[in-house]
């Protein structure tokens, strides 16, 4: 699973797309809308941590390190020789690193949950149930060294901490952005009408992403086009507003020429022309730029839903010292470097952003962007409970799913 | 001992294939079966083991998976048809009018495809249906295009997909027909083509029946063909897929599994009546 280019991107396709995979997950969501959205603890309503302890100092490294991390997080230069981070840690450390690649959030968990790893990298639907779970300790941020050149808009997030403390280093984030082919899309689009309200423009030739949270851009999209709907965060809908982001999801379909899962096959059709405008990631487009595709990505007016990792540290820790040293070290600005430029997504740490190979990739990923990040829902999974602090009952995970089957008809 | 009583012996060699038909086989289907009539939590993703029919209420109550369900039968069951159409001219061929080095070339040119990876097959159509690929380039002088991605694209890439499972049954069966009957027919005034439909065909049919229930019972299970050249389609393949892969609720994903399984059964009892389950 470590070979090729094609598997770089599988690892941001299992970040992004199958971290929404989970089904349940605690309260949270990324404090997006672009109002700076009220701190962790506020909106957390009725949840609460358990009782786990925190380490003080980081004592003598153990020797080793179990890493359990999306692939692409970790990579020691076998699946491409120029492509390690992982030998300069052991070597500076002294701690081996154990790596073990996970698929999908769910998977994350359940590993977790065994204590055999000691430190993960969670997306923003896995952490809240590791927390609620007991299976990750709070991390004591004050011995990490490179934890105060993470970007401000990263810390304490609905999904990384509970009241003020973090449970986490923030490690990368992404949007989901809207891509267009510039031969043929004009002018520019500026809004998500365009895969909307005003799909017909491009009938047959829309592309959406094939996951029930592609729900929740519908959401966003209702949520700023209209109020009336009552729709504060697009993770957490009541049925009405889910059976409104399905009709008009369902309208959407007849303009859809297919819905993606697979980048390369979003990458593909765009080159090709099956597909002129619909949902992508800033790495499709970069990829599919790279290819010759005349197309251009572009973060609508509305805003826009996007993930965002954290590494965590487990409460069953064996390596508890060497965990925080992996850390430290993965979030110090050559690491997210070299990790952020490898996967294709916005480093936490924006001093890494001197030190890219490409000198414009941090511009290209918005990664010293307050703004732009706070203009993204993060991916939360939804839950019974409604997530913007509602005193009524949401629709879940499940229930999106039935309604994304059904808008598939 | 074992020399002197057979019953024994016959015992201990039939013992270990019936266990794995048994446990690991039917044990795997009776779980699945069991898991539908779970439920899970929905906080914890975790299964519950209460016994509960709400998933089949579900899978009964929402329109969709009814139509999902008829979709799905009604594409394999023009996916059987279209490579009946197209296999049994081949099979014929194969069968009784190519010389014996030809026979050979064909039986390994049907195998062929056979051997080259799946999704790579997808993929070729997926190229091939593409808006700028071969078929709207032929197509576009005739002021034609491409049918796009959609089911018309799976129905193709399906066919195509499991075309040799029909091509091999029939062309065995039909090897078997005796020349002799062929000039019986033709002694007794038949025309070729009362030959066909008369002697030829009715002796063929269990083995097309045969190959109907390969080609049937692969377009059911298929969820990979849809979402490679699928457009926006899906089938009860995907139903399962996106229950168990993405929401992770492995009881309802269960559930919607043993629809295919039952229209499998009614197949097969059907088919059994033509003796076509001698043919396999």
Not at chain 1, 141 to 159: G, S
Not at chain 1, 320 to 338: E, H, V
Not at chain 2, 203 to 214: K, L
Request: hydrophobic content about 45%; proline content about 6%.
């Amino acid at each position: 699973m470590r070979r090729n280019p094609t598997k770089r991107l599988a690892a941001l396709a299992c970040a992004g797309v199958l971290a929404l995979a989970a089904t349940a997950c605690g309260t949270s969501s990324g404090d997006g809308g672009g109002d700076g959205g009220p701190k962790a603890d506020e909106k957390q309503g009725g949840f609460t941590a358990p009782d786990v302890p925190m380490t003080d100092a980081i004592g003598d490294p153990e020797g080793q390190v179990n890493i359990l991390a999306w692939p692409g997080y970790a990579e020691d230069g076998s699946t491409d020789k120029s492509v390690d981070w992982v030998t300069p840690f052991e070597k500076e450390s002294g701690c081996q690193a154990n790596v073990k690649y996970f698929g999908t959030s769910d998977e994350a968990v359940q590993l977790m949950k065994t204590g055999e790893y000691d430190v993960v990298s969670a997306s923003g639907d896995a952490t809240l149930r590791l927390i609620a779970g007991g299976d990750v300790a709070p991390v004591n941020t004050d011995l990490l060294t490179n934890y105060a050149d993470i970007a401000p808009f990263l810390k304490d997030q609905l999904f990384n901490s509970v009241g003020d403390q973090m449970y986490g280093v923030p490690h990368g984030w992404g949007a989901n952005l809207l891509m267009y082919n510039t031969d043929v899309v004009k002018p520019a689009p500026t809004s998500w009408s365009a895969v909307f309200d005003d799909a017909s423009t491009y009938a047959g030739k829309v592309t959406a992403y094939d996951s029930p949270i592609y729900i929740a851009d519908a959401a966003l999209y209702l949520m700023k086009t209209q109020p009336d709907l009552g729709i504060e965060n697009p993770y957490a809908l009541d049925k009405d507003q889910l059976a409104a982001a399905v009709d008009l999801l369902k309208a959407q379909k007849g303009n859809v020429s297919e819905y993606w899962s697979d980048y390369l096959k979003e990458v593909q059709a765009f080159k090709t022309g099956d597909s002129v405008i619909g949902t992508t990631w800033q790495v499709i487009a970069s990829v599919a730029q790279g290819e010759g595709a005349p197309v251009e990505a572009v973060l609508p007016e509305e805003g826009a839903t996007g993930w965002s990792d954290t590494w965590m540290i487990s409460s069953k820790a064996k390596n508890p010292n060497c965990g925080y040293l992996w850390m430290d070290y993965i979030t110090s600005p050559k690491a997210q470097a070299a990790v952020a430029e490898y996967f294709g997504e916005a480093p936490a740490n924006t001093k890494a952003c001197e030190l890219t190979s490409d000198k414009t990739f941090c511009d290209t990923y918005h990664a010293e962007d307050a703004d732009f990040a706070s203009q993204i829902w993060y991916w939360t999974t939804p839950i019974s409970q409604c997530l913007d602090g509602r005193d009524e009952t949401c629709t879940d995970y499940g229930e999106w799913t039935t309604a994304w089957t059904e808008v598939k008809g | 001992m074992i020399d002197r009583r057979p019953g024994l012996r016959v015992g201990l060699l039939l013992t270990p294939p019936m266990l794995w038909l048994g446990v690991a086989y039917l044990g795997a289907l009776a779980a699945l079966l069991v898991t539908s009539l779970w439920t899970q939590n929905d906080f914890t993703g975790s299964i519950e083991r209460a016994w509960t029919l709400e998933n089949f209420r579900t899978l009964f109550t929402v329109d969709v998976y009814r139509t999902i369900t008829l979709r799905t039968i009604g594409i394999a069951a023009l996916v059987t048809v279209i490579d009946v159409v197209l296999a049994f001219p081949i099979a014929l061929y194969m069968a009784k009018v190519a010389s014996p080095r030809l026979q050979r070339i064909l039986v390994i040119s049907v195998l062929t495809p056979l051997w080259a990876s799946y999704l790579v097959k997808a993929y070729a159509w997926r190229g091939m249906l593409s808006a700028d690929g071969p078929i709207a380039w032929i197509a576009r002088p005739f002021g034609l295009d491409t049918p796009g991605y959609g089911l018309p694209a799976v129905v193709i890439t399906l066919s195509y997909l499991w075309l040799p499972y029909m091509i091999l049954p029939v062309y065995a069966g039909l090897e078997r027909l005796p020349d002799s009957l062929f000039e019986a027919s033709a002694d007794l005034g038949a025309g070729a083509w009362t030959t066909l439909r008369r002697v030829v065909f009715p002796m063929a049919f269990p083995a097309v029946v045969a190959g109907s229930i390969f080609t049937f019972s692969l377009s059911m299970g298929d969820y990979i063909a849809v979402k490679i050249v699928g457009g926006t389609g899906q089938l009860l393949g995907n139903v399962v897929y996106d229950n168990q892969g993405a929401a992770n609720n492995l009881p309802f994903a269960a559930a919607v599994a043993t629809v295919p399984i039952v229209v499998m059964l009614a197949y097969l009892t059907a088919v059994r009546r033509t003796g076509a389950l001698e043919n396999l």
